[in-house]
């Protein structure tokens, strides 16, 4: 019993110390922060004043309804019209190219693969799919060694595919094109003591895992072992990031090492695959950050988080350059979607486009999706759209230098949990929670 309750004691003092820690962090990068930003001149919204908005391109089509025009497009109950025509959004000339069917259960990730060819998709129906790109057809399926996915990762020369979820374990498959149904495991990689949030291959040897035992993994496939491991977060890893594999056109190979991590802690790390400690960091806030991506020339990175907010690191300068807020953008967003019968209450909506909506306010003082979190980004090929999925507006497309909403994907029937450009910029992947995957492509293509 005495035993006991020095244990007890002893694990309330060190919690408390932990906690004391986390908060005199948060404080001196505060004040870090504070000096970076008196001593920087301007961000990059302020620097692209002078350039022409999309929205003003001579390109736009005078007849293309806007998104307030869009969100004006629903019943006299206050549901999104799906009947419609598809939306043309003005300053982006995506379409639907094809929808992918085949997912009996929620859709949790999607990749490309490094030459745009091929589409990797997992979901909680315990499989993964390859898919061909270009036709739509499915190439293979995985059956899944446990069905709680939360991320899927395919190997650079397309031979291995990758699964991470609630079991804690990462399990590698080996692609074998003459098997349709296969379960060919490689590896299967045990050390994370809690969920696995995000893989990704940092090369045909190597993968990478983020967990929410606050550590990210380095394994090596070739000896089915623990390569490296990462330690520096405070809290849950939720995000993961390598850098783009082609900048410009041309294959990258001097950021082969490089990755980012970022979760409920409110920081970014960049690390060196090479060595365990970070080398550079950068403080979000006081919110968890649910999503990481590389901008294309792999020389910034933008993070989202659970405040809506998206915020663009420059990584040569080591500050905050950009910030996309979707709140600031309410009056467009929010302007056709007002209270018929003065009932604020919103009655859990996933998307302002969900079918099963029974209210039309999307910005209320009650309800507890009002925290519209971002859950994916990604950017386009050139860096100048930057795509984000919201918890509730479905994925919102921003110009990156002006800082404007230019346009939506819309077409889905639940929430969007993923979006993925192409390597090539002909592409854009979007997965969702209503079983599908959306293949979107410019409208001259």
């Known amino acids: 019993m005495y035993n006991n309750n020095i244990n007890t004691d002893s694990y309330t003092e060190l919690e408390e110390r932990l906690n004391k820690a986390r908060e005199d962090t948060k404080q001196l990068y505060a004040q870090i922060n504070y000096i970076k930003s008196k001593n920087q001149d301007s961000d990059l919204i302020t620097m692209a004043k002078n350039v022409p908005s999309i929205l003003s391109s001579n390109n736009y089509n005078s007849n293309s309804p806007t998104i307030s025009s869009a969100l004006n497009n629903t019943s006299p109950g206050g549901r999104f019209n799906y009947t419609s025509s598809p939306v043309s959004e003005r300053g982006s000339n995506l379409k639907n190219a094809r929808t992918l069917k085949g997912h009996h259960n929620k859709i949790q990730d999607v990749k490309w693969s490094q030459d745009s060819s091929t589409v990797l998709s997992a979901s909680q129906d315990g499989f993964m799919l390859l898919w061909d790109a270009a036709t739509g057809w499915k190439k293979n399926a995985i059956v899944l060694e446990n069905q709680w996915v939360l991320s899927c990762a395919i190997s650079p020369n397309k031979r291995f595919v990758a699964s991470a979820g609630l079991d804690n374990h990462c399990t590698v498959y080996k692609i074998d094109g003459d098997d349709v149904v296969q379960q060919k495991i490689v590896s299967i990689f045990k050390g994370h003591t809690c969920y ?4 990704e291959f940092l090369s045909n040897n190597f993968i990478l895992t983020a967990s929410g035992d606050m550590t990210a993994c380095k394994w090596d496939i070739t000896k089915g072992m623990k390569a490296m491991e990462f330690s520096e977060h405070l809290g849950d890893i939720l995000a993961l990031s390598t850098p783009k594999s082609f900048n410009n056109g041309e294959y990258d190979s001097l950021n082969n090492n490089i990755f980012a991590t970022a979760g409920s802690d409110g920081h970014v790390f960049l690390w060196d695959s090479r060595q365990q400690k970070s080398v550079q960091k950068f403080l979000v806030g006081d919110t968890d950050v649910g999503s990481l991506q590389f901008f294309s020339d792999n020389n910034a990175i933008a993070s989202g988080s659970d405040d809506g907010l998206v915020r663009l690191f420059d990584l040569r300068a080591d500050c905050k350059i950009a910030e996309y807020s979707i709140m600031q953008k309410q009056h467009l967003l929010n302007k056709q979607f007002k209270q018929s019968n003065g009932n604020n ?21 009650d309800s507890t999706y ?17 795509y984000v999925c919201y918890s509730n507006y479905g994925c919102v497309i921003w110009d990156t230098l002006k800082g ?3 346009g939506t994907l ?4 639940n929430r969007i949990v993923k979006v993925k450009s192409s390597n090539n910029g002909f592409g854009v992947l979007t997965g969702s929670w209503d079983e599908t995957i ?3 492509t410019p409208g001259y293509m």
Do not use: A, Q, Y
Not at 196 to 199: G, K, Y
Not at 346 to 364: A, I
Not at 410 to 413: K, L
């Open 438 to 440: 959306k293949i979107w």
């Open 370 to 386: 009002d925290i519209d979190g971002v859950v994916s980004i990604d950017f386009s090929n050139s860096g100048r759209l930057l």
């Open 345 to 365: 209450k919103v009655n859990t909506p996933l998307t302002p486009f969900s079918k099963n909506m029974e209210s039309t306010s999307l910005f209320t003082s």
């Open 410 to 413: 819309d077409g889905h029937n």
């Open 404 to 406: 404007e909403v230019v």
């Open 196 to 199: 696995i949030s995000e893989c």
